[in-house]
């Protein structure tokens, strides 16, 4: 009956073999087959930034994405930025510091975008910050204290 | 989101013969072909991936102008040194376009190919009667919430606006697209509604877009592309316009005009009647003001989006001073 | 503003021991659930993944008014991995549930699933499936024929008197009438805010698992005890045997306060199937089947003299509410607050429309409130020539003009002086359109803010742990205010010990009880709860240390002890020192632990515990006892309007706020901040689209219906001017969460009239409205 596919994703630097429908976004098989529940749902359909991974090092959006599309691709979530026990990311710890989050559930799209927008070159000025930061939709409204961080990080990385 | 299933060709002459079949759809980006799945709108039996076909994402700008493979990423062209230096408003129309996560993922070709925002289109549980959806159903936007339906192009069938940015900026400069055995001018391409809005496009059976060009101007490389909207980033635009000047040796004077309108008509909409009364005179305010009202000659207001009649011609006589200095 | 500064600027308004560093009340810690949460590990509860779990998709109405004339089930039934599906003919009848006042319901029985529609959004069915994607495929296989009805889609569908009077809400002194015509000034407008949504980025939800007549619900929540009373009643089982469990929330802002029918649906399916169902309602269904805040209109008539001063305020306002329930937004709480008038005559009404129920939205009534009263009393200051700061101040209530108690504490006029002076008030120029820079016209308004202390008892366990750790258990709950931070902070000055020895679970309903997180009363009432339990712990544990046959301090014949820096002292400089869990292990104990609750300190009769924390009917009210006890603020904005365009964006905020003491001052900080932006989206960008000739929301999702964007937001700075309020909490804090937003819009409008000579009064100030 059912149409399942086996893909194997590269998640975090681990090979995952999955048994899925072709139409299982990828947000769907990090939270429900992974357990990666670290990338959240928040829209499912591309218009709050909540779920941001990158692919091949680039941010994009779990809930637009097919989990099959990505088979031979890298995936990286908010968990493989830094493992457990280790020293937080300096994106990460900038966002503590900075109080750049209050009900945290934006939280992992916000840093893993801010990962990119640094990366990307784009985290030159507070005004270019806050553009390329506007695909995370922060409804607690920590938008001063996220731009501070991706700052402070930008700062740090350099 | 109905089942399907998935296929990834090796080559775009696979991909051809695939999309050919019926109920197969293109995958590239995935930005707007999932989203209306799960809307409901689209309904694939196949899903054919494209987005892994090697040799169609590059970015070649020459003396000729650009050549920008379909699956080229919308970031990888905004933030492309030759598009930024040739074709400012091109780059600018893209990083002014949705954000940057999706940037990352749609693709040039695709973004072309993107539907409208109309509400009652991707609501067909709610609005069965759609005429994009279902020819001959009707159209439930007319007499409906109409804030962000078009002015210009419409049709007693269809008021839905083109949401594109990157259109825009391509029709000003008269792009091509390249679709295998023919290439049309992406404004030929884009189709009005007219009786039958399912038609969006000039897109045959099998054919796939494979490049997008953009001849070199003068004018395109003194461009701008100008978005304005309520909220500051990432929406639609309530009114945009992509513009581009070659002046005299005098420096004041134009020779060639290049106007493009966004968020107001059913597909992007070239004011050439603005290019024309312009050309040839001084750019000066008064008469940039004057000459961009005939940008909404034609123009039909529905119920709630009156104010882009007003809107759309400030937003290119401020574009139009802007890209020569005179704003 | 770094950290650092941060602590600078905010943490004058706590005592003293905000200045030091360490865990202490008052500190500007970072937040406490902060590391798992930048990590991805803070789990929420839609996250739980029990065994054998189903997945569960809801199918809304799309008609408004009318009735399902049948659903055809077949083909969704016969699709691959679907378990079941539920429909108006098959569902069964719950019990009905009383209210969150404890009203018991008008009927014995609720229907979730029923064929009688009377708004679009509502459920008609659930389809139940192995999967997420083939329960959500079946959902499009339903043969669903409708008969539509005519319905009514919102207040300008409902001539001006129409619908019914709110009495409670009436407010009246003097004679306002007469006072109005006979006044030398007067001005009278009309101001409409429109449908609006919380909209937190967590979607609502749950993960329903019975046990027998025992039923676990995993679902972000702002009132366990609230919530496990309505599953309880509507499933007549004893209310010990629902547990909820919801160890973080992903915002609330009000919406996750209260049981909706799709809790009463997801719990039923699991009851049914046997076996854990899990339901995330989509993001449109967010949008039409939780109440966000009502559409209202107020007329606001103010009579003053030339030279400023109030002699009559009339008032009358009209909210919408839905066909079969009532839901009022209070749209005379600040009109009857903020000024000193002589005479005042505020009615409200109400009007059923083919919506949802409304629900409580960021300063539910107050919010609405602050725009009409803001904007007009603004309106006032141009209409005779004067400040638009100088006329609240000539206006200013020195004491409650309604119940005429004296204010517990009221900072406004400072924060009126120390939000001017930050955000040089006084350079700016006095006519509309003044300000300009190239195409900006550049417009500065000012608005104040408040919100009431809405004080209740809470409960607490703290426990003290041989390893020399406090653990501290209660089922309040964090959705970003910061409730572990606080409680953590409480635990740890009352013995003395860092935060990294601190652990707090919170978001369980087995834990000690709590009343709903809402009505900014978190903070006060758990860090007085947990407070007082670890003090009486630390009583008990100085007792011990004095009396033990074991302990190492009985020998000492002292009065008293020291606990400090996780170790217990004598007084005296050279007796012993030794730390709590080397203690506790000398006297052959594993932990010791107290649980204490506040039902004495607050005058609840601790008979009516249940009632206390599962409805809000024990709260006193704001005005109960001698003094009046209300958070305040003044927001001052500046605007940059495109004078071709109509764009309206907010360039520089300042807000000062009395808020009394604050326990976190970098977290309130955050949380004022939140709700600028929040206000600033109000102004500017939300609002509900409905179709009027189909009572449906056209905009159900985030790229429609417009919430602030990183880019759409400035710097905001923020100052604490409250000092400690006694009368409002133990510890002298009183509200943060909703003040911040109140009072923002008017600001917003005001600054926009500033810049262009334009007065908007219907939200948001969108940019057809400017052009």
């Known amino acids: 009956m059912s149409n399942k596919i086996d893909i194997t994703l590269n998640v975090n630097g681990r090979p995952e073999a999955l048994q899925l429908e072709p139409r299982v976004t990828l947000l769907d098989a990090l939270r429900e087959q992974l357990g990666l529940n670290g990338t959240k749902k928040g829209c499912d359909q591309g218009q709050c930034g909540a779920c941001t991974v990158h692919i091949d090092g680039e941010r994009v959006l779990a809930c637009l994405t097919l989990a099959a599309q990505v088979e031979g691709r890298e995936v990286t979530t908010i968990e493989g930025l830094s493992k457990p026990g280790q020293k937080a990311h300096p994106v990460q710890a900038a966002f503590l510091e900075q109080d750049a989050f209050q009900c945290g559930y934006c939280t992992p799209g916000q840093i893993m975008s801010a990962v990119s927008c640094i990366r990307e070159g784009h985290a030159g000025s507070d005004e270019e910050i806050r553009e390329y930061m506007s695909g995370n939709l922060c409804r607690c409204g920590a938008y001063p204290h996220i731009v501070a961080a991706v700052r402070q990080a930008a700062e740090a990385v350099q | 989101m109905r089942d399907f299933t998935y296929q990834r060709p090796a080559s775009l002459a696979e991909a051809r013969n695939a999309a050919a079949l019926p109920g197969a759809m293109l995958l590239a980006g995935g930005t707007t072909l ?141 792009a091509q697209v390249e679709l295998g055995a023919r290439t049309v001018a992406l404004e030929d391409f884009l189709l009005t509604p007219g009786d039958h809005p399912e038609r969006e496009t000039d897109l045959r059976p099998g054919e796939i877009i494979a490049t997008v060009s953009i001849p070199a101007s003068v004018a395109a490389r003194r461009s701008t592309y100008l978005k304005v909207r309520d909220r500051q980033s990432y929406e639609f635009a309530a009114a945009s316009a992509a513009v581009g000047i070659e002046f005299e040796p005098d420096g004041r ?74 704003a | 503003m770094s950290a650092a500064e941060a602590t600078r600027r905010y943490g004058d308004s706590s005592d003293s021991s905000s200045t030091a560093s360490g865990s202490v009340i008052g500190a500007s810690v970072t937040r406490f659930d902060g590391s798992a949460k930048i990590r991805g590990a803070a789990t929420y509860a839609l996250e739980h993944r029990p065994a054998n779990v189903a997945h569960a998709v809801l199918v809304p109405s799309t008609i408004a008014a009318g009735r399902v004339r049948s659903i055809g089930t077949a083909m969704a039934e016969a699709a691959p991995g679907v378990l079941k599906v539920l429909t108006p003919d098959n569902a069964p009848t719950l019990k009905a549930a009383s209210d969150w006042l404890g009203n018991p319901p008008a009927r014995p029985d609720y229907q979730p699933l029923t064929a009688e529609i009377a708004y679009a959004g509502q459920y008609i069915a659930l389809v139940i499936a192995e999967t997420f994607e083939q329960a959500t495929q079946a959902t499009h296989l339903l043969d669903i024929v409708y008969e539509e009805a005519d319905a009514v889609s919102g207040l300008r569908d409902v001539a001006e008197g129409g619908g019914f009077l709110a009495e409670p809400m009436t407010r009246e002194w003097g004679d306002a009438q007469a006072a ?169 009404r109400v009007v059923r429309v083919n919506t949802v129920m409304p629900g409580a939205k960021r300063a539910p009534g107050e919010n609405p409130s602050a725009f009409g009263i803001e904007s ?81 008892a809470g409960e607490a366990r703290v426990r003290l742990l041989a390893d020399g750790t406090v653990e501290v258990s209660s089922s309040t709950i964090d959705m970003g205010q910061g409730a572990y931070t606080v409680i953590a902070q409480t635990a740890a000055e009352v013995f003395g010990l860092p935060l990294d020895k601190v652990a707090v679970k919170l978001g369980d309903s087995s834990l000690p009880r709590a009343g709903v997180t809402g009505g900014s009363r978190m903070a006060g009432v758990m860090t007085s709860a947990v407070h007082k339990t670890a ?31 996780g170790r217990i002292s004598s007084p005296l400089a050279d ?57 305040w603020c003044a927001h001052f904005i500046e605007v940059r309007v495109d004078e071709d365009f109509g764009t309206v964006r907010v360039s520089r905020a300042v807000s000062a706020f009395d808020s009394g003491r604050l326990y976190n001052p970098r977290l309130a900080a955050s949380q004022i901040k939140g709700g600028i932006i929040m206000g600033i989206g109000q102004a500017l960008l939300e609002e509900g689209l409905v179709d009027g000739r189909h009572a449906r929301l056209m905009n159900a999702n985030l790229a429609d219906y417009l919430i602030p964007t990183n880019a759409d937001i400035p710097d905001i700075e923020v100052i604490s001017v409250g000092i400690p309020d006694p009368h409002a ?38 940019l057809d409205k400017l052009i």
């Open chain 3, 575 to 631: 007796g012993a020192v030794i730390s709590i869990g080397s203690f506790l292990a000398a006297i052959g104990k594993t932990e010791i632990d107290a649980t204490r609750d506040t039902f004495a300190e607050i005058g609840i009769d601790p008979k009516d515990s249940y009632k206390n924390y599962t409805t809000i009917a024990m709260a006193p009210p704001p005005t109960a006892g001698d003094f009046s006890l209300h958070s």
């Open chain 2, 253 to 326: 004077t134009i020779r060639d005009l290049r106007v493009a309108l966004g968020g107001v008509a059913t597909r992007p909409w070239r004011a050439r009647n603005v290019e024309d009364a312009l050309k040839g005179k001084v750019l000066e305010p008064d008469a940039v003001r004057r000459a961009s009202l005939l940008a909404m000659e034609g123009a039909i207001a529905q119920a709630d989006n009156h104010y882009k009649i007003e809107l759309a011609p400030r937003v290119v006589a401020r574009a139009l001073l802007k890209t020569g200095e005179l």
């Open chain 3, 729 to 766: 909490s133990a510890l002298g804090g009183k509200g943060v969460g909703e003040l911040g937003i109140v009072g923002v819009a008017p600001a917003i409008a005001n600054a926009v009239f500033h810049a262009t000579g334009k007065r908007i009064r219907d939200l948001p100030i969108t």
């Open chain 2, 34 to 174: 999932l989203d209306l799945a799960k809307c409901g709108v689209a309904a694939p039996e196949t899903v054919i991936d494209i987005s892994h076909l090697p040799g169609l994402a590059s970015i070649e700008v020459g003396l000729q102008g650009a050549r920008i493979g379909a699956l080229a990423k919308m970031s990888a062209v905004a933030d492309n040194a030759g598009i930024i230096r040739e074709f400012p408003a091109v780059s600018e129309a893209l990083w002014q376009s949705a954000s940057a996560q999706l940037r990352n993922m749609a693709t040039i070709g695709g973004n072309l190919l993107q539907r409208t925002r109309c509400a009652y289109f991707r609501d067909p549980s709610g609005f069965p009667a759609c005429n994009k959806r279902n020819p001959g159903s009707g159209c439930s936007a007319l007499g409906g919430v109409t804030r962000n339906h078009a002015v210009l192009g419409a049709s007693p069938s269809c008021i839905a606006t083109n949401p594109g940015d990157l259109a825009v900026a391509l029709v000003a400069f008269d």
């Open chain 3, 376 to 456: 007009a009393i603004d309106e006032l200051a141009y209409e005779i020539g004067m400040d638009p700061l100088e006329i609240r101040l000539r206006n200013y209530a020195e004491e409650d003009p309604h119940t005429r108690k004296p204010w517990s504490t009221r900072q406004l006029r400072e924060a009126f002086a120390a939000g001017a002076e930050a955000f040089g008030w006084s350079r700016r120029k006095p006519e509309p359109r003044s300000m300009r820079d190239g195409h900006h016209l550049i417009g500065w308004g000012v608005a104040a803010g408040t919100y009431p202390v809405r004080r209740a």
């Open chain 3, 535 to 565: 003090v009486a712990l630390r009583e008990q544990l100085v007792e011990l240390a004095l009396t033990h046959p074991a302990s190492p301090f009985r020998a000492l014949q002292a009065n008293t002890l020291t606990v400090a820096d």
């Open chain 3, 180 to 348: 109005f015509a006979s006044a030398p000034v007067q001005i009278e407008q009309e101001y409409e805010m429109p449908r609006e949504f919380q909209m937190p980025i967590e979607p609502n939800g749950l993960i329903a698992e019975w046990q027998g007549d025992k039923l676990t619900i995993w679902e972000p929540c702002q009132w366990l005890d609230g919530m496990a009373r309505t599953y309880s009643e509507w499933f007549g089982i004893p209310f010990e045997n629902v547990r909820i469990i919801s160890p973080y929330i992903g915002g609330g802002f009000g919406s996750k306060a209260f049981c909706g029918p799709h809790d009463a649906i997801g719990a039923m399916a699991a009851k049914m199937l046997g076996r854990p169902v899990k339901l995330a309602l989509t993001r449109p269904q967010i949008f039409s089947s939780i109440g966000g805040r009502a559409a209202t209109r107020q007329t606001i008539a103010i009579g003053a003299t030339k030279e400023g001063k109030l002699l009559s305020i009339v008032h009358t306002g009209a909210s919408e509410t839905s066909i079969n329930e009532t839901w009022v937004e209070p749209l005379g709480v600040v009109t009857a607050l903020m000024y000193a008038t002589p005479n005042l005559s505020s009615h409200q």
